[in-house]
Structures are given as C-alpha cells and as structure tokens.
C-alpha cells in the first residue's frame, strides 16, 4: 500500500476514480469538500486538495466557485467503439500510399499542430538526465566511444535490457538479447531472418503503416487479419489462415497496437504462441508501446509463454526516453543466428555513444520513475482529449478505448472522407492521420488516428474544436 505523502494523494483519488467508474458517484453529484474529505480519509487539507486538483486534470470533476466540486466524466459513457474490419480471401501485394508521404512532409513543421505523431514530445522525456547519461558515457568508453560496437552490442545496455524483462515475466540474460539501431531496425532484421521475396505474412488490420512500408522494401505479400479494438488479433481467422495462405510469419502489436490501440488478453496472447509452435512460424512481436500502460500493472507479451523460441520480440525507448538516440533491441529466440547475420550484412554495429548512454541511464534506476510520470500524463492526455472528442465531433463519432500507447483511433460518419478532412485541416495548420494509410485495401475511409502525447492546452482544444466543426460541414 502506498503511504507516502507524494503517493496518497493519488490512492485518495484513485479511490473516487473507481467510485465514478462504477456509477456509484454519477455524473452531476456534489463530491465532499476539501475539509469534509480531509476528515473521511484522515488526510491533511493539501492532500486532500491534490487529489481533487488529480481528478480535475483528467476531467473526471470539475470546481464550480463558491459551490465545490462535481463529478464531471464518466469514461464508461463514452461512445461506441469502431467496427473491426471485414476478412480477406487472399494475401496483397503492397503499395506505398501518397498519404503517407502527404502526412510525413509536416512532420517537422513547428506551425502545425502535429496529432500525426506517435511519440511524447520532449517537455514529456527526460532530455536533462539523458544529457548527464551521455557525459557519463563520454567519460566511461574507451576512446570515447568512437570505435566500432561489438556485433550483438552493447554489453552492459543488453544486460539492462534482460532486466527489463522481467517486468513482462520474462528471464533472460545479456547474450538472449541483440541491439539495434531502432524498432523498426529491429523489425527489418526479423522479417529478413525469417522470410524470403515472396512470402506472405500476417498483420493487423488495422495496422501501423510502417509494417506495410516495410513489408514492401523486403518483397512480401500481406494478408491483414480482423482486429478487434479491444482484444486484439482474431485467432479463429488465423488458424485458418495460416496454411490456407502459407503464412510464414505474423508481425503483431498485442500490446497496445498502433492505431486502434487494442492489448490482447493474456489467454489469446497464450493461443497465439501455441498456434505459432503447431504451425512452426515465427511471430513477430512488436512490444514498443509496451510500458506505456494505464493500469496496474505492466502486461504480459506473447515472448512471456514462448518456450520454443518462435516469438522474436522487438522493443526500443523511442516512445519513452530518447526517440532521437535510435535504440532498440530484440530476443529472436531460435533465430538469434540468422538475426546476428543479417545485422552483420546490414548495420555491422549500432551506435557506441547513445546506446551506452541508454544504459547508464537504465542502471541508475530512473527510468521507472520516468515511466511512472509519463504514464500518468498520457492516461490524464487520453482522459481529455476522449471527452474534447465527445463534446465537439458529431454524435454518431465512435472512439476506441486504448489502455495504453499514445494514440487514438476515431471512427466517423462512413460517407466523410477523412484524408480529405486532412487536406482541409492542414489549411488551418493542423494535422492527424487518415485511416485509409492503415490498411493495403480501401478501407478505414472515414476513419482518423490521433497522438494524445501533445499536452493538453487551450490550443489543443481549440484545434480539436476546429476539427469537429470541420467534420460537421463535411456532413
């Protein structure tokens, strides 16, 4: 149980969170005063306070002068979550989307208001200790770390790294795990360890653009699987799907996936593994939002119940310490061999400074406490941005519930065409995602994918107005 000072305030609050979450208090309803909670809970009056000044942030109640505090929100009374997408018969050859390319030139752009981007931004990471983190391994490195990197990589980061999974129920050493120059560097090799030209291998659907940009640059056919917003990957239509298509791999954000961000119950996560051993097919795991949970706890990844090594498990810190430093990693189990021959052919060794420096930061012990702020602001972001969302875009929008990650999937009337919705936006500097980019067929048209790592302000609402109103004409 938390007894801190700085903590109680949040076991207060969280308190009244589930109270709300179960209707117990209702929307409307007149909360205790700071003093009268003060006296319940045993509090002092400035924990008492905080805890409603918590809540206020979320949106979940609101302060009304001269009369106290309301129960303002209730995220059970959210709209409809998006409908999962219709099966395929057959594998696609991939094709690179304009709309990519249309939404990647503003990615830079300061003037625009960028809800395209699915990183924190970096008031949000920890940019001062990743600077001592650097000096330190300036200091540290021989040759101040101008050589070349062993090719499995850096020895103390790795160690590090198999620490790290035992937040996920993991136990592995130094020499389970290779580093990479990336996620997706860590994606690349997989797939190239394990398919060749012409192989055809299951994704999500919807599913993150970069898997069918990358699935295109390595030759590959994709056959999308229905996802649904909530439990993930449907595993009846993949049992079926992988000898009917010949599937050599599956390429799967269980945790938290981008855009609709879905986290696959254990049990599924359990089946998909088992499936994968029955069929001998390599499942690769794409875990990069994976500490970025909402909740209690961190989830387990399918790598948690791989006991044959068919689960290559792929992971980085650009989503939560240092985007720029390009560190990533993965656990290929069996196929570490292939995977080390193919980073000997394409990488030869990953950067000695920023990776070593991903590792003095790791071994002080702060990156779970950065990962507990970081947490609480984009569950706080999701909070309000879902409730911004419901009072300015039209009824019949449906939003889904991530538990997890940074982004936010929105599904609109089927007639608006949300990349035209983008055009239009992008004239009054504001950019999002259109659905269309996450799926190789037409499909996801009037759907929309929004990073809630922009911290929330008053220009943040006044864009998300914007865009309702814009919706509303387009109707």
């Known amino acids: 149980m938390l007894k801190t000072a700085d903590h109680l305030y949040l076991q207060v609050a969280d308190n009244i969170e589930q109270l709300i979450e179960k209707d117990v208090l209702k929307i409307g309803e007149k909360l205790p005063s700071v003093r009268n909670l003060s006296k319940q809970q045993g509090i002092s009056l400035s924990t008492a306070f905080q805890a409603y000044y918590h809540l206020e942030s979320k949106g979940l109640i609101e302060s009304r002068p001269k009369s106290g505090y309301y129960i303002r929100f209730n995220s059970r009374r959210m709209p409809d979550i998006p409908t999962s997408c219709d099966p395929v018969k057959k594998a696609t050859d991939v094709t690179v989307h304009e709309m990519v390319d249309a939404v990647f030139q503003h990615m830079a752009n300061d003037d625009v208001m960028k809800f395209s981007v699915a990183t924190p931004p970096p008031s949000l990471l920890p940019a001062a200790k990743m600077a001592k983190a650097v000096v330190q391994a300036m200091r540290e490195l021989q040759d101040y770390g101008i050589g070349y990197e062993q090719l499995q990589g850096n020895v103390r980061l790795r160690r590090q790294l198999a620490l790290q999974s035992l937040n ?14 990336g996620c997706v560097d860590a994606l690349t090799l997989c797939l190239t360890a394990t398919t060749q030209p012409g192989d055809t291998i299951a994704i999500e659907s919807p599913s993150y653009y970069g898997a069918t940009l990358l699935a295109e640059g390595l030759g590959l056919k994709v056959l999308e699987i229905p996802t649904h917003p909530i439990t993930g990957v449907d595993l009846e239509y993949l049992d079926k799907a992988i000898p009917r298509h010949k ?56 790598k948690t119940f791989d006991k044959k090594g068919n689960v290559l498990y792929c992971s980085s810190v650009s989503k939560s310490v240092a985007p720029g430093f390009r560190v990533g990693w993965t656990i290929p189990g069996k196929y570490k061999d292939k995977v080390l021959q193919m980073k000997r052919h394409h990488a030869i060794a990953c950067p000695t400074i920023t990776h070593a420096s991903v590792a003095y930061f790791l071994e002080t012990g702060r990156y779970e406490n950065h990962l507990r702020n970081l ?25 889904a519930r991530p538990q997890g990650g940074c982004v936010l999937w929105i599904e609109l009337d089927p007639h ?60």
Request: proline letters at 5%.
């Open 375 to 399: 947490r609480k602001i984009l569950h706080t972001q999701f909070l309000r941005y879902s409730q911004a969302i419901m009072e300015y875009f039209p009824e019949s929008t449906k939003i």
């Open 168 to 181: 996920w129920g993991g136990a592995y050493t130094e020499n389970d795990v290779i580093t990479t120059n």
């Open 247 to 302: 599937i050599k791999a599956c390429l799967f954000v269980p945790n938290f996936n981008n855009p609709i961000g879905c986290c696959m119950p254990d049990k599924n996560k359990r089946e998909l593994v088992r499936m994968v051993e029955k069929y001998d097919i390599a499942l690769i795991e794409d875990d990069i939002y994976g500490d970025l949970y909402f909740g209690k706890q961190r989830p387990a990844t399918c």
């Open 416 to 475: 608006i065409n949300t990349y035209e919705l983008f055009q239009q936006a992008l004239k009054h500097k504001i950019s999002f995602v259109p659905g269309r980019v996450f799926s190789l067929r037409d499909r996801y048209s009037n759907c929309l994918r929004i990073s809630f790592s922009v911290p929330w302000s008053k220009q943040v609402e006044d864009s998300l107005k914007l865009l309702g109103k814009l919706i509303r004409k387009m109707q």
